[in-house]
């Protein structure tokens, strides 16, 4: 599960590197919604997420341009974060340790190790225990993306009952690279209902629906037991 993911990473980290706070964050995208999670130590107050957007817009410029983990200590008084010393000070943010979550070269996101009751300079074991999670914790997070977005996809054809066009065609593209591999021979065969605008215009779209229905149902049950049927179109089907 997605959110288990990041309550394990978050928590695991806490209890292995020397920190206050752990966040991960990944940015929205147009295929995933934005992800924020925390854990934090038990006498440490936690960071609404509203009040340090600015200063994740800064660590993620700095570390996209370094591409690996980076350490922040005496942060309330450095340049780079002026303009986040008010709330660095309010949540008594001494020094943070950043990395990235790269997957397959792309920068999705970022854990935060916020060092809260002292300075903190974290030492080359603990970066490269950081640096290790974040590859795991990255691969996790888009497996656990990825099955959410195969569960959540449509397999069937709700009016027909055949299979989707979406998975007729992984279907038909993993036989395809299969009969490349193994050299045997494959068919595909391709059904469309012929005028099919004249009947949705002269008889209406649930006349046109019922004709779709009834061509599935005809198609599934004359073709060879195990062959993949599907409707690929609006009046076609495979």
């Given at each position: 599960?997605?959110?288990?993911?990041?309550?394990?990473?978050?928590?695991?980290?806490?209890?292995?590197?020397?920190?206050?706070?752990?966040?991960?964050?990944?940015?929205?995208?147009?295929?995933?919604?934005?992800?924020?999670?925390?854990?934090?130590?038990?006498?440490?107050?936690?960071c609404p997420w509203e009040k340090i957007d600015g200063l994740n817009t800064i660590l993620w410029q700095l570390i996209s341009e370094a591409k690996d983990t980076v350490s922040f200590e005496k942060i309330q008084t450095s340049p780079l974060f002026a303009l986040q010393r008010d709330m660095l000070e309010f949540f008594s943010v001494q020094s943070i340790l950043v990395c990235p979550l790269i997957y397959k070269s792309t920068q999705i996101g970022m854990i935060m190790i916020h060092s809260c009751q002292e300075e903190n300079s974290w030492n080359p074991e603990e970066i490269s225990l950081l640096s290790t999670v974040a590859g795991h914790t990255a691969v996790a997070l888009q497996n656990a993306r990825h099955f959410s977005k195969a569960q959540t996809r449509e397999l069937k054809d709700q009016l027909t009952g055949l299979e989707?066009?979406?998975?007729?065609?992984?279907?038909?593209?993993?036989e395809m690279r299969n009969a490349n591999q193994q050299n045997y021979p494959l068919c595909l065969g391709l059904l469309y209902v012929n005028d099919f605008q004249d009947i949705v215009m002269?008889?209406?779209?649930?006349?046109?629906?019922?004709?779709?229905?009834?061509?599935?149902?005809?198609?599934?049950?004359?073709?060879?037991?195990?062959s993949v049927v599907g409707r690929t179109g609006n009046e076609e089907f495979g």
């Open positions: 599960d997605y959110n288990d993911v990041l309550e394990v990473s978050t928590s695991c980290l806490l209890k292995t590197i020397q920190g206050d706070r752990c966040l991960i964050w990944v940015p929205g995208s147009e295929e995933w919604e934005e992800t924020q999670h925390a854990s934090c130590r038990k006498t440490i107050s936690p989707s066009p979406q998975f007729f065609e992984e279907r038909l593209a993993v002269t008889q209406g779209q649930t006349a046109a629906e019922t004709v779709l229905h009834k061509v599935g149902f005809l198609v599934k049950t004359h073709v060879r037991k195990g």
